[in-house]
């Protein structure tokens, strides 16, 4: 399959702030994603995910390296290419289908298309019913209902989505997996999606790319080869929500040995030392 989006030696540096050091962000990170395809991007915290959805957003700029939709060089942001972050982001003095028309009538989108677009993606989302509510109204799930919708309506061809579960109830957060695979199927949609979950990489992903930290690079991707739609219960999700831990937690300790120095050390280690203590003590 031909490369829908292509990410070459992308590095992202960020110039020094208050007199700090500049920080590498991402280093060389190549990935290339298929039209359609649903790409699950990993990571310990820090290590540039958010960074690497930003510039395919086209809302910070490349250091080096490119970023090509449909063998285009991006320059900025576009109608191409939607966002969902994990907090909704919804004005608050707009109501649910206003907040979805909002992005269409700055694109300048007719009046009665903007409304059927909008009506369409509620109903999509399952929120027709709350089309006049106000975000204080809605739940979490809601909120983040209405940004899909929001992203969804401007009909981008690539869907970018910065731990867009992350601050839901389990439960919640279930329930939307199941319908954003759904809607995924339906629409077509390539996605981007990065979470810190393994599990809901797994459950998701065609595949998942592993990131390291400092600077951040693509460490290993993954296929998840189980055709769609999932039983979330199955042994292979487990058994690649597995694979996808072993690999984050080297980069996880790493990263936290980086933040608390050389004396950190893994508990089980701890518990070693402490019983090699006890035996020194000869208990
Ligand atoms: N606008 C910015 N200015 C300076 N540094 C930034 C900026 N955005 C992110 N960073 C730094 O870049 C690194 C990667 O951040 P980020 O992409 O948010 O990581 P992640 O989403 O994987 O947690 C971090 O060290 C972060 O502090
Ligand atoms: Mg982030």
């Given at each position: 399959?031909?490369?829908?989006?292509?990410?070459?030696?992308?590095?992202?540096?960020?110039?020094?702030?208050?007199?700090?050091?500049?920080?590498a962000?991402?280093?060389?990170?190549?990935?290339?994603?298929?039209?359609?395809?649903?790409?699950?991007?990993v990571?310990?915290?820090?290590?540039?995910?958010s960074?690497?959805?930003?510039?395919?957003?086209?809302?910070?700029?490349?250091?080096?390296?490119?970023?090509?939709v449909?063998?285009?060089r991006?320059?900025?942001?576009?109608?191409?290419?939607?966002?969902?972050?994990?907090?909704?982001?919804?004005?608050?003095?707009?109501n649910?289908?206003q907040?979805?028309?909002?992005p269409?009538?700055?694109l300048g989108?007719?009046?009665?298309?903007?409304?059927?677009?909008?009506?369409?993606?509620?109903?999509?989302?399952?929120?027709?019913?709350?089309?006049?509510?106000?975000?204080?109204?809605?739940?979490?799930?809601?909120?983040?209902?209405?940004?899909?919708?929001r992203?969804?309506?401007?009909?981008?061809?690539?869907?970018?989505?910065?731990?867009?579960?992350a601050?839901?109830?389990?439960?919640?957060?279930d329930?939307?997996?199941?319908?954003?695979?759904?809607?995924?199927?339906?629409?077509?949609?390539t996605i981007?999606?990065?979470?810190?979950?393994?599990?809901?990489?797994a459950?998701?992903?065609?595949?998942?790319?592993?990131?390291?930290?400092?600077?951040?690079?693509?460490?290993?991707?993954?296929p998840?080869?189980?055709?769609?739609?999932?039983?979330?219960?199955?042994?292979?999700?487990?058994r690649?929500?597995n694979v996808?831990?072993?690999?984050?937690?080297?980069?996880?300790?790493?990263?936290?040995?980086?933040q608390?120095?050389?004396?950190?050390?893994?508990?089980?280690?701890?518990?070693?030392?402490?019983?090699?203590l006890?035996?020194?003590?000869?208990?």
């Amino acid at each position: 399959m031909a490369a829908f989006v292509e990410i070459q030696r992308l590095t992202k540096v960020f110039a020094p702030r208050n007199g700090g050091a500049a920080v590498a962000a991402l280093e060389g990170v190549d990935l290339a994603v298929a039209e359609g395809e649903f790409v699950c991007l990993v990571g310990p915290s820090g290590c540039g995910k958010s960074t690497l959805l930003n510039v395919v957003a086209g809302l910070e700029p490349p250091s080096a390296g490119d970023v090509r939709v449909n063998g285009r060089r991006i320059s900025g942001a576009g109608a191409d290419r939607g966002m969902v972050f994990q907090e909704a982001a919804l004005f608050p003095w707009l109501n649910v289908i206003q907040n979805i028309e909002f992005p269409l009538r700055r694109l300048g989108v007719p009046r009665a298309e903007r409304r059927a677009r909008a009506l369409h993606f509620l109903h999509m989302v399952h929120l027709s019913k709350f089309a006049g509510a106000y975000v204080h109204e809605l739940s979490g799930g809601m909120r983040q209902r209405v940004a899909i919708a929001r992203a969804l309506a401007m009909d981008p061809k690539i869907l970018l989505m910065d731990e867009p579960f992350a601050a839901l109830d389990a439960q919640t957060r279930d329930i939307l997996h199941e319908e954003l695979q759904q809607i995924w199927q339906e629409t077509r949609k390539t996605i981007l999606f990065v979470t810190h979950n393994v599990r809901e990489a797994a459950y998701l992903a065609d595949r998942v790319a592993i990131f390291s930290a400092h600077p951040g690079t693509i460490k290993r991707v993954l296929p998840i080869n189980y055709p769609h739609p999932r039983d979330k219960e199955s042994l292979l999700i487990a058994r690649a929500a597995n694979v996808i831990l072993e690999e984050l937690k080297d980069e996880v300790e790493k990263a936290i040995r980086r933040q608390l120095g050389e004396e950190w050390q893994r508990p089980a280690d701890r518990v070693s030392r402490s019983a090699r203590l006890d035996l020194g003590r000869g208990i």
